[in-house]
């Protein structure tokens, strides 16, 4: 905690953004992931943003957000990230996470590019279809979480 709270006294003095990922095990579980950022919260590590895992249940999703901008913190946002779940999972996360204010973006890197550059590798694909391909994988995501949010 002390080189957290280092970190996050060095981030507010210079006015740096300060993002915290979360994980948490076993992965997805609501009631760890909420009382994980209360006891930060408690012990003065104040991220801007939260980036933390999907879950597939609304009301649990929008608890752990809520915890992240408790006590005045509604300045505060949450990035979802994939943790290289599958694209079925990811995708669900997004949909639940969009709908919930607070939830500014998403993270999922793996989830996007991982198959296109494995086939790249291989040989299956050029390198301009692969750019294209994870191009095309991203903003399916981008529109995703959009729609999902209107």
């Known amino acids: 905690m002390v080189r957290l709270k280092t970190i996050n006294e ?20 609501a009631r760890i992931m909420q009382a994980s950022i209360k006891e930060l ?13 999907g879950l597939e249940v609304f009301d649990e999703m929008r608890q752990v957000v809520e915890q992240a901008r408790s006590g005045g913190r509604r300045e505060v946002g949450v990035v979802v990230l994939g943790r290289g779940e599958s694209e079925a999972k990811v995708r669900a996360w997004l949909t639940v996470a969009a709908k919930i ?11 996007v590019f991982k198959q296109v550059l494995l086939n790249y590798q291989q040989g ?12 095309k994988n991203y903003k399916s995501f981008v529109d995703l979480f959009e729609n999902a949010q209107k």
Do not use: M
């Not at 408690?42 to 895992?53: C, M, Q, S, T, V």
């Not at 204010?101 to 989830?111: H, Q």
């Open 10 to 29: 060095f981030c507010r003095e210079n006015h740096y953004k300060f993002l915290f990922e979360l994980l948490v095990h076993p992965p997805s579980d």
């Open 101 to 111: 204010p607070g939830v500014v973006g998403f993270a999922v890197g793996r989830t």
């Open 41 to 53: 919260q408690d012990n003065g590590i104040e991220p801007d943003i939260w980036k933390l895992e």
């Open 124 to 135: 299956i694909i050029k390198r301009g279809e692969a750019a294209q391909a994870i191009a």
